[in-house]
């Protein structure tokens, strides 16, 4: 935080960024600031330089991924989750208030408790945890799970022997990380605070989560019946009977994987087709990798289903051929070898895993099913001409982006759905790149939402997206 630093890149008038630290030193107001969407800090600018724009509020991390993402990828984030309860002690909300101004973290004063705590007693240090408690609770309701999980493990170390204060700490490390797909990390840190509180039902319901999306469905359907009998909840029942459903569906499936994947498959599906799902799922996984920048944490969870099995378990509609609500659920009844249909069914659903983690489930349908056509590999070609048809003549006008669950269009609303989320993607591809895209997933993971995220990502709205799409479609393929 010097004038003399060296300058890491400059910023341009009109760009977005957060600011995640204000510093005062040497006369000067220093503000760190990252790039939207981005975990780490790019530097430090003079604050004075930066224009405070007021926008829409960002959804809190209670609602992440609490509505169901859309057809075939289904609804993985029912998470039974809420923000952690802050205490209702004045202490706290003094120290809130000199934390949190304006909308930004005062790391100054966190450090000044810090340096308090390091050389007082219990109360300086109750003062620093409760510090990086607020900053915690702040980031959460930012969506910036990295800096709100770095601020909880931060006020561990000054909870010390107070144990609300510790269970707090590793109650909202857990959330973060919960929500950052970071499972076995947040069970650890759940298991921890359950033996401070042992009678806690949201505890219990978060280590059933967790445990579910390890494929572990006897510990999450035990944590999920814990949870029920602490404290009966609509959402955890819910959750309680589809593990429930999962577990006597999958009882005499048999298992197998590798480092990215836990596959399980019924007894009619032979091992050399789970092998060969496994290599392709492994390569796929490499390549998405690199196209969306951004690796999940933890084993995807795979299972291979009769066609029976397979609607009994997802209650789809007839249009879906494959389903993905955290774990990639395909029909193969009959297959005997990896087919170039079943290969692109297999890197649609991979993306929406990887969709779904990277933007810690905010990313809206329309987007999510155009990513993981284009991924797949599938274009526009021949629905060009109708699409901009149907666009001249205003028909279809509220499946362009409708926002409710897919699963519930009839498979005329659903095919016209796809060919144009596709058709949209296919143009801000063509327009942006692979930067664009990942741009607006970025936007949807720090909270923006509707056209406030295609503004902050690409600097245009829905209406004029449209126009860019079948300017697109024409030049592509009507010329």
């Known amino acids: 935080m010097d004038k003399s630093g060296s300058i890491v890149r400059s910023l341009a008038k009109g760009e977005s960024v957060y600011v995640d630290l204000r510093v005062d030193q040497g006369g000067m107001l220093w ?12 530097g430090f600018v003079d604050c004075r330089s930066l224009e405070r724009v007021d926008g829409p509020q960002p959804a809190s991390a209670a609602a992440a991924g609490a509505k169901p993402a859309g057809t075939a990828h289904g609804s993985p ?64 309701a ?32 857990a959330h973060a990380l919960l929500l950052q797909s970071e499972f076995s990390s947040a069970l650890e840190a759940i298991q921890r605070a359950r033996k401070i509180a042992p009678n806690s039902a949201e505890a219990a319901a978060m280590a059933g989560w967790a445990h579910y999306r390890l494929n572990q469905t006897d510990a999450a359907v035990a944590d999920f019946e814990a949870a029920q009998r602490l404290g009966p909840n609509e959402s955890v029942a ?27 498959y019924h007894g009619g599906a032979s091992h050399q087709l789970a092998y060969e799902i496994i290599q392709t799922l492994e390569g796929q996984f490499r390549s998405l990798s690199a196209e969306l920048r951004y690796t999940p944490p933890e084993p995807i969870g795979v299972i291979l289903y009769t066609r029976e099995a397979f609607r009994d378990v997802t209650r789809t509609p007839g249009w879906v051929g494959a389903a993905n609500d955290g774990r990639i659920r395909v029909p193969v009844q009959g297959v005997e070898t990896i087919s170039p249909e079943l290969t692109q069914i297999l890197k649609h659903e991979l993306t929406h895993s990887f969709i779904f983690q990277k933007t810690a489930g905010r990313c809206p349908t ?32 509220a499946l ?56 902050q990502a690409l600097h245009t709205k829905f209406s004029d ?7 697109y479609l024409r030049q592509t393929y009507l010329h």
Request: aromatic share 8%; proline share 2%; charged share 25%.
């Open 238 to 264: 819910r959750l309680l009977a589809k593990v429930k459903q999962d577990r006597n569906a999958e009882s005499d499936f048999r298992q197998g994987g590798s480092s990215h994947f836990v596959l399980r």
């Open 465 to 471: 997206l449209d126009q860019t799409t079948i300017a």
């Open 366 to 397: 329309w987007l999510n099913e155009g990513i993981a056509q284009w991924m797949e590999g599938r274009r526009t070609g021949g629905d060009a001409a109708p699409l901009v048809a149907l666009y001249e003549r205003d028909q279809a006008k």
């Open 31 to 42: 503000c760190g600031v990252r790039i939207v969407g981005q975990t780490r800090r790019l």
């Open 77 to 140: 984030a029912e998470i039974p989750l809420s923000r952690p309860t802050m205490p209702a002690e004045t202490g706290y909300a003094a120290i809130k208030a000199q934390v949190v101004k304006d909308g930004e973290i005062d790391s100054g004063y966190i450090a000044t408790l810090e340096a308090q705590a390091r050389s007082g007693g219990a109360a300086a240090s109750r003062r620093a945890a409760l510090a990086h408690l607020a900053a915690g609770d702040f980031e959460l």
């Open 142 to 173: 930012q969506n910036d799970l990295y800096e709100a999980a770095q601020h909880f493990e931060a006020m561990e170390a000054f909870a010390g022997q107070q144990r609300e204060l510790l269970r707090l700490s590793l109650m909202g490390r």
């Open 400 to 455: 362009r982006y409708y926002p409710g669950s897919w699963m519930n269009l009839n498979a005329a609303q659903a095919r016209f759905a796809y060919a144009w989320s596709l058709a949209v993607v296919e143009a801000i591809e063509a327009q942006s790149g692979l930067d664009g895209i990942d741009r607006l997933l970025d936007a949807q993971r720090s909270g923006a939402s509707g056209e406030a995220a295609l503004v």
